[in-house]
């Protein structure tokens, strides 16, 4: 029997998606504003700088990707990389900086950017994480502020209440963090597409309406032309990502794989599982942000889940980490599969299909982001999520499944 659930109670359960956790915020220099000496203050510093001025753009024209089929090998033969010559990014290492792009574009059509935070370690890995805050894509959802961030400006005040929020990636003073030489990148998330759309739409309820630039896509292409720019041959590149910065990051892979076609490139991807929505969610959802599915992925249109096989034969080399709550009120509203067992089932689901380089970590109960706690949670085996990210991160073979 197919149970229904109200509009309403869908509202309710989706803002639950785009609320945001309270956590003290980091400062962030901005990028070409004085700083100070980074030996003598090695904490992030607040800035006076002001924010990039609100501008509305079109969209650029979409970056072809080709989504070899392996990584961290020798380049495909081919055209030049599409990449190719951004301007690099100049900032103090070992401290969080904001850099302003004007080819990043917010729901509102305003500007943002991203945040930095370099190595001090030459030759280190790279880390970029893809925040995460819900997403919209009809009349009810945009209007019912389900999505975080569409209808304002995010700028270096907003980044730098969000980092914290994953300090479990970015604290390069625990030794418990396997990714604590990395260089760090922070890809803001303000377009209510889950990082891949190429859309404008106006939704209009009753008398209310909205116009919303879902530019995801547009915005990936613009930051990853920089980062190449700026790190073009570290020796691994983690793809990490929240919520919907989770989906962001497998939805966007494969420009990664453009970018860096010889980098060994692995996917962290905390609570934004490719569980299929009920309805036609998903095929509203494409149509809505003209979402950019991997090349290649024949069936992602038609289910979601078809993403995880996907990923585990475009990433021979790489890793893919999958986290999640077994309940999760959030995704659960987000997929509709919010009576009974539906949601969980689904999510046992894909750790059942997982590839031979894919392993889940999941922990009972209806909470979100496994990240954001602290303490890290532990594993009914007692493997703590800090010792799976190790054993992840360092292609330790007891990497393995977690979880009920």
């Not at 929020?165 to 390069?172: E, G, N, Q, S």
């Not at 896509?217 to 190449?228: E, S, T, V």
Request: hydrophobic residues 40%; contains cysteine.
């Amino acid at each position: 029997m197919k149970h229904h659930v109200s509009s309403r109670a869908l509202l309710l359960s989706f803002a639950l998606l785009a609320a945001a956790v309270a956590v003290p915020a980091c400062g962030l220099t901005t990028e070409g504003a004085s700083t100070t000496d980074p030996s003598t203050s090695p904490s992030p510093s607040s800035t006076s700088a002001p924010a990039p001025e609100p501008t509305t753009t079109t969209s650029p024209a979409p970056i072809a990707t080709n989504a070899p089929g392996d990584d961290g090998g020798a380049p495909e033969a081919g055209p030049p990389n599409p990449y190719a010559g951004g301007a690099p990014i100049a900032v103090p290492a070992g401290e969080w900086t904001y850099v302003p792009m004007n080819d990043v574009v917010c729901g509102n059509g305003t500007t943002s950017g991203i945040a930095v935070n370099p190595s001090p370690t030459a030759g280190a890995p790279l880390l970029v994480f893809f925040m995460g805050g819900g997403a919209c894509w009809n009349a009810l959802t945009c209007l019912g502020g389900t999505a975080s961030n569409v209808a304002s400006e995010v700028g270096a005040a907003e980044i730098s209440a969000d980092v914290p929020r994953v300090a479990a990636l970015f604290d390069r003073d625990a030794q418990t963090n396997p990714f604590r030489d990395a260089s760090f990148v922070f890809v803001p998330y303000c377009t209510g597409d889950i990082h891949a759309g190429d859309s404008e739409r106006t939704y209009t309820l009753l008398t209310k309406s909205v116009t919303i630039k879902h530019r995801g896509a547009r915005n990936a292409d613009a930051i990853l032309k920089r980062l190449l720019a700026t790190y073009p041959a570290p020796p691994k590149i983690w793809v990490t990502g929240a919520s919907g910065g989770g989906y962001g990051a497998m939805l966007n892979l494969h420009r990664f794989k453009t970018a860096w076609p010889s980098v060994r490139l692995d996917v962290l991807d905390d609570c934004g599982p490719p569980v299929q929505p009920t309805g036609s969610t998903w095929q509203d959802m494409q149509s809505s942000w003209n979402l950019e599915l991997p090349p290649g992925c024949t069936d992602c249109d038609s289910d979601v889940a078809k993403l995880m096989p996907h990923l585990a034969s475009t990433m021979r080399k790489g890793r893919f980490a999958l986290l999640g709550y077994t309940k999760d009120k959030t995704i659960s509203a987000f997929t509709g599969r919010l009576v009974g067992s539906d949601f969980e089932n689904h999510l046992l689901a894909l750790r059942g299909a997982a590839g031979p380089n894919q392993r889940t970590y999941f922990i009972a109960g209806d909470d979100h982001v496994l990240l954001k706690q602290n303490p890290l949670p532990v594993a009914p085996s007692g493997v703590t999520l800090a010792t799976w990210l190790t054993r992840f991160a360092t292609d330790d073979p007891a990497w393995g499944h977690e979880g009920p």
